[in-house]
């Protein structure tokens, strides 16, 4: 069945510290994948997206992601996190027809000053 | 930020009732989208258009049904509203590129309370 797992629920960070954030995927073939951000109270915001070409994309507000097709992967990454950076990241990706996105469950990410 | 509104915003109904949200585009984008969110699930697709009149079923359509009869508009019915469909709503928009399918903007959401 085609799936995103984002294994991590809760994630607390101390402000500064670099952030990875994991995402995979499963899916026959490369996905269109997506990281969005939501903070509380708030729609989905994008940060990232990935269809084809330079495994490693940038994005808004100094994030990363690389997409790994050998292990189904790709993981949201910031060197040095902010305490504005708390909300919730969901990693997506579109199959099909109909433009459609699967979502996974989403990682809260908490800063600690 | 895209010009995206749903409404009402918030919202509570007792069990029984029929409720209608409504999200509402200025961007004249092809697609649109329904979504739910529930702790623990994520976002959940209800239903989704592909133009005026045009729309299937997501993941989670049992008892929702929606309607669009004009680009700008679609509409999300709960014909007979139980706790279950207690969650906050989410309404989306994208269009198709020629290089393949764009991102989905989000709506601000609608809180919707049964009880």
């Known amino acids: 069945?085609?799936?995103?797992?984002q294994p991590d629920i809760h994630?607390?960070?101390?402000?500064?510290?670099?952030?990875?954030?994991?995402?995979?995927?499963?899916?026959?073939?490369?996905?269109?994948?997506?990281?969005?951000?939501?903070?509380?109270?708030?729609?989905?915001?994008?940060?990232?997206?990935?269809?084809?070409?330079?495994?490693?994309?940038?994005?808004?507000?100094g994030f990363e992601a690389e997409f790994k097709r050998s292990q189904s992967s790709f993981n949201l990454?910031?060197?040095?996190?902010?305490?504005?950076?708390?909300?919730?990241y969901f990693c997506a990706f579109i199959t099909g027809g109909g433009n459609k996105l699967t979502f996974g469950t989403g990682t809260q990410l908490k800063v600690e000053l | 930020d895209a010009g995206i509104t749903q409404s009402p915003r918030h919202k509570v109904t007792e069990t029984g009732t029929p409720v209608t949200l409504r999200c509402?585009?200025?961007?004249?984008?092809?697609?649109?989208?329904?979504?739910r969110q529930d702790p623990g699930h994520g976002l959940r697709l209800i239903h989704y258009?592909?133009?005026?009149?045009?729309?299937?079923?997501?993941?989670?359509?049992?008892g929702y049904s929606v309607s669009r009869s004009k680009t700008e508009d679609f509409l999300l019915t709960l014909e007979s509203a139980t706790s279950s469909q207690t969650?906050?709503?989410?309404c989306?928009?994208?269009?198709?590129?020629?290089?393949?399918?764009?991102?989905?903007y989000f709506g601000p959401g609608t809180r919707l309370t049964v009880t």
């Open chain 1, 77 to 88: 990454r910031k060197p040095s996190v902010h305490w504005s950076d708390a909300a919730e």
């Open chain 2, 87 to 90: 969650s906050v709503y989410f």
């Open chain 1, 11 to 61: 994630i607390t960070v101390s402000e500064g510290a670099s952030l990875e954030l994991r995402c995979n995927y499963s899916y026959g073939a490369t996905p269109y994948l997506f990281w969005y951000v939501q903070s509380p109270g708030q729609g989905l915001q994008l940060l990232l997206k990935y269809f084809s070409g330079d495994t490693l994309v940038q994005g808004i507000k």
């Open chain 2, 49 to 62: 258009s592909y133009g005026v009149k045009d729309t299937d079923k997501g993941e989670v359509s049992d």
């Open chain 2, 92 to 104: 989306a928009i994208s269009e198709y590129g020629t290089g393949g399918p764009n991102e989905q």
């Open chain 2, 24 to 35: 509402h585009q200025t961007e004249n984008h092809r697609y649109m989208y329904w979504y």
């Open chain 1, 1 to 5: 069945a085609q799936s995103v797992t």
